[in-house]
């Protein structure tokens, strides 16, 4: 299940390569080269640096200098070998040649010889960092070449003065997809080029983390010493802080600066830590390997990043330095600049590690896209020297509360900014057809590269074609099993609605799937007629003996499936089911699906009466799985907190999906005036609905409400409402439990969604809701808590917005802001769209599951659809 490793080529165009302050480009080629993947450079520039990272020695990808034609005899002659080279590039050519005009003539030569190079190289997907000379070259060379390209966007080439808007647009639009660093990034391309806004990604920059391992941080003991690493140029503020450690000498508190970097300030920051005088001093160091600026971390106390934003508009994206820093577990000050406050922010007041309560006292801002969680440092406004002097001051105390920011630091580190992520992310986004650029749109001759073995064919707009699915499962027999008394598998509930479509995922790559259940709850739906159904009911009885006939029925399951055969065995983890130990003994592979963790939610919920027998199972059944697959986090750390010694290893996260041809967005013309806001749930306490109807009283009355479900709380969810008068109650309909079928429908024609999630714990916030993945494959901007996984579903300003759980309020005021900007709804809904389809449909779900898997045993036949030639 892995992408192949020689089908699929990525060229690289850079500036200029190796550059010594890019050290972020390096990490991500060599986590896609440790992702198997097989990669080019092309740089356009050479290189003037004359240190390099020792890094640079394991990167594999061949480099290729892009030669730059230096007179009008040399540009004919790159003409004349890419006409010869790359088939269709005379048609192409002459229909670009009135853009042509508008670019230097070396410009247009060298994307010639790019193109040139890279049809020689067999490369498949140019991608360009930075979108000025790199991605304008990648953008030429993919229109004359045919080969899709990308770009991430950093900082300068999206916010100096010398960025052409117009010129930008264009890329983007031409961009098979364009990756940005900062949430601040996205947010501004989106409102600049809301035409574009589906094509761009957030992604951060990875570190490998391995390289940066964490240590606590020890206390101060005597001078404060602060570490700054960065070009010496006017955004990174060390004028700034150079300022701020002289104003510690007048306080009497000894502090000692170094800064590690080069550039065009060098002499005046130089004079400036000249004059520096009493407790304090400054050492530049010049430029430092990777190497040495880890051993420079290693020495500080305190690592700051006083950034600002330069008289040209030029400022710093998320600099590198500052994740390694916080990698480390070194205490980081920093300025909200850009995309800063996406990694350095200060908390919550009253959340454990955090330093809100020094907050004011050191000129501390909140991180305008920070989690309101744990602080991961102190971020001050750019420039203000005085308020940086404080929080240094602050550092060198013993009331900093260095330990808990480190942790808090690490943490986000590991969650957001993994090299290895990314580099699957890149993959993935590169994997997904997109539109190809409109001037190659009716070109026979388009060259898209040799094909990839294994890929499924896509049309414009990432959508999968629901008539073309991989039959990569051909021959496999599947036993699914859902012993779960509580899941009715044709039933409404999301965790019915999750088995059918696992069990249509398995279906449609071509396995026989029986599902062996409890509880079938009805018939199938019609496009699971004829699956084979196996039903062992368990009956009524007292709790405790329920508990022991799940028990009893498993092992009947387990001994019918053998019978039956089976090659592999899915299973939804229940409380009391050991199919999958029992079977693995027979060598026949199963895979543990886990949803939740029963035993604490039957603990706190239900009843639960043979406990020591349900910890032995879930420890029997994940040490017997070959794969135990999670839906969340939460989930996984639970798992592997039952597992056997060597299985914890074994445990992934894979969270939930949605069936993007069932739910669809809707097929109006016209947004409504009175837009509906739809929910879709059962109607329990932990959905937060009760917020959503006093959301109703609290908002301006510009939109309307459908409530989806039903549930206990129906009845006092209908009371709260009729309790709002006459006007507000109007607003509010409920439809009941629905089937799954007509949900779809039900979404269509609304133009919002609300997922209202409470107040949680950590411990109880483990869900991974399929409301919110469908409402993403209706095209639906979703309203959310910030709680849970919903922060990881939600793109904050793309795909939704996010609110403090509980808090009717704010829920009103975000659902009132969409209502009335139709326009700011409508980008947000081709977002969620292009999200889901591209990422979250369950055949991507089942991707994940069996990514790194052969479950074809070797002795089991396997059917596969060849084409054969004489």
């Not at 990875?206 to 404060?224: A, K, M």
């Not at 092992?555 to 079977?583: M, P, Q």
Request: aromatic fraction near 4%.
């Amino acid at each position: 299940m892995q992408r192949p490793d020689t089908a699929h080529r990525t060229g690289y165009v850079v500036k200029v390569y190796p550059r010594f302050s890019e050290t972020f480009i390096v990490t991500e080629l060599l986590a896609r080269e440790a992702a198997g993947e097989q990669l080019e450079v092309f740089a356009l520039r050479p290189t003037s640096d004359t240190r390099f990272h020792p890094e640079l020695a394991r990167v594999k990808a061949p480099v290729r200098f892009v030669a730059r034609a230096r007179k009008l005899t040399e540009g004919w002659a790159v003409l004349a070998e890419a006409s010869a080279t790359v088939p269709g590039f005379d048609a192409r050519f002459a229909r670009l040649l009135p853009e042509l005009s508008g670019y230097d003539a070396d410009e247009v030569h060298q994307a010639a010889a790019l193109a040139t190079a890279a049809v020689r190289s067999g490369i498949t997907h140019l991608h360009a960092h930075f979108a000025s000379l790199a991605g304008r070259t990648a953008e030429l060379a993919s229109l004359m070449s045919g080969i899709q390209f990308s770009v991430t966007t950093h900082a300068k080439d999206l916010f100096h003065e010398s960025v052409d808007a117009g010129r930008l647009g264009r890329m983007l639009g031409r961009a098979h997809h364009v990756v940005t660093i900062s949430r601040y990034n996205l947010e501004h391309l989106a409102a600049a080029y809301p035409e574009h806004v589906d094509k761009v990604h957030l992604l951060y920059n990875g570190l490998e983390l391995e390289r940066f391992p964490f240590t606590e941080p020890r206390p101060v003991r005597g001078p404060l010493r602060i570490a700054a690493v960065g070009r010496l140029v006017e955004k990174k503020g060390f004028a700034q802080l150079l300022d701020a450690v002289a104003e510690l000498g007048r306080r009497g508190v000894p502090a000692e600066l170094r800064i590690a970097g080069e550039g065009e300030l060098e002499d005046g920051l130089r004079s400036r830590a000249a004059r520096l005088a009493g407790s304090v001093r400054a050492e530049l160091l010049g430029a430092c390997t990777q190497a040495e600026v880890r051993s420079l971390l290693e020495w500080a106390d305190v690592f700051a990043a006083p950034c600002v934003v330069g008289a040209d508009g030029n400022a710093d994206g998320l600099p590198t330095v500052l994740l390694e820093a916080m990698a480390m577990g070194v205490p980081c000050i920093a300025t909200s600049v850009t995309g800063i406050p996406e990694a350095v922010h200060p908390g919550a007041p009253g959340v454990p590690g955090g330093v809100a309560d020094a907050g004011p006292a050191l000129g501390a801002v909140p991180g305008r896209h920070g989690a309101a969680g744990p602080a991961t440092g102190v971020l001050l406004e750019p420039g203000d020297v005085p308020a940086l002097a404080e929080a240094l001051e602050a550092a060198a105390g013993g009331d900093f509360d260095r330990v808990g920011l480190a942790r808090s630091a690490r943490a986000l580190i590991e969650e957001r900014f993994d090299s290895a992520r990314q580099a699957r992310a890149l993959a993935r986004l590169e994997d997904t057809a997109g539109p190809v650029a409109a001037v190659n749109a009716a070109d026979p001759a388009v060259h898209r590269g040799p094909a990839v073995a294994g890929r499924t064919a896509r049309p414009a707009g990432g959508e999968r074609r629901a008539d073309v699915p991989p039959r990569d499962l051909d021959g496999l027999r599947v036993a699914y099993v859902c012993l779960d008394p509580g899941i009715p598998v044709f039933g409404s509930k999301g965790a019915s609605v999750h088995v059918q479509e696992v069990v249509r995922a398995l279906r449609a790559r071509g396995a026989a799937v029986t599902l062996y259940c409890a509880r079938t709850g009805g018939a199938p739906p019609a496009d699971l007629d004829g699956l084979r159904v196996v039903e062992r009911r368990l009956g009524r009885g007292p709790a405790a003996e329920r508990e022991l006939a799940q028990i009893r029925a498993s092992r009947e399951a387990a001994r019918r499936i053998a019978d039956d055969g089976a090659d592999l065995v899915y299973e939804r983890y229940s409380l009391f089911s050991t199919v999958l130990a029992e079977l693995g003994g027979q060598g026949v592979p199963g895979i543990l699906e886990v949803n939740a963790p029963l035993i604490d939610e039957q603990r706190r919920h239900r009843e639960l009466h043979h406990e020591g027998r349900a910890l032995e199972v879930a420890r029997a059944q994940i040490g017997a799985a070959v794969r135990t697959v999670c839906v969340s986090g939460a989930v996984a750390d639970w798992a592997r907190g039952h597992a056997p010694a060597g299985a914890a290893d074994r445990v992934r996260v894979v969270a939930n999906g949605v069936n993007t041809d069932r739910i669809r967005p809707g097929t109006g013309t016209a947004p409504s005036a009175v837009p509906t806001v739809v929910f879709v749930g059962t109607l329990k306490p932990w959905h937060g609905v009760e917020t959503l109807i006093d959301a109703v009283a609290a908002s301006a009355g510009r939109w309307r409400l459908r409530i989806v479900g039903d549930g206990p709380l129906r009845g006092a969810l209908e009371d709260r409402a009729a309790a709002l008068g006459p006007a507000a109650a109007g607003r509010v309909e409920f439809t009941g439990a629905v089937a799954p079928e007509r949900i779809g429908p039900l979404l269509g024609d609304a133009e919002l969604a609300a997922a209202p999630y409470p107040a949680a714990s950590e411990a109880e916030s483990y869900f991974s809701p399929l409301k919110i993945y469908e409402y993403l494959a209706a095209g639906l901007p979703v309203v959310g808590s910030r709680v849970g996984q919903v922060p990881g579903i939600v793109d904050d300003g793309r795909t939704g917005v996010l609110v403090e759980p509980s808090d009717a309020g704010a829920l009103a005021a975000a659902l009132d802001a969409l209502a009335a900007d139709p326009a700011r709804r409508e980008g947000m809904a081709r977002a969620a769209r292009a999200e889901a389809v591209e990422h979250h449909g369950w055949d991507r779900v089942l991707d994940r599951i069996l990514d790194g898997l052969d479950p074809f045993p070797a002795a089991a036949p396997r059917i596969v659809d060849e084409e054969v030639s004489a």
